[in-house]
């Protein structure tokens, strides 16, 4: 699978109303407690792969996953042994 580039998935982001796109680095292993953000999140995973949990859902992403976290929404994260690098696009 070939992976756009940061600026076509920035330009993406942008069609799709986003107006922030960062790039997140994750530790190897590394697990976030339940929390929730006042944005939508887009992220499209790069390298590494990470565990994201909405409510009873736990979804494995690998590069080329995309995953969507709604702002409000209570979930979880958990990093792979190589860690995880992903680009988040925020919207509102």
Do not use: K, S
Not at 15 to 21: A, K, Q
Not at 54 to 83: A, C, K, M, N, S
């Amino acid at each position: 699978m070939t992976l756009p580039t940061l600026e076509q998935y920035t330009e993406q982001a942008a069609r799709l109303g986003y107006e922030t796109v960062l790039v997140r680095e994750w530790a190897p292993g590394f697990q976030t407690q339940p929390h929730e953000h006042p944005f939508d999140a887009r992220g499209l995973v790069v390298a590494g792969e990470f565990w994201l949990t909405l409510g009873q859902d736990t979804r494995r992403l690998l590069p080329g996953d995309i995953f969507e976290v709604p702002r409000g929404t209570t979930h979880t994260e958990r990093y792979g042994e190589q860690g995880c690098t992903f680009w988040a696009a925020r919207r509102g």
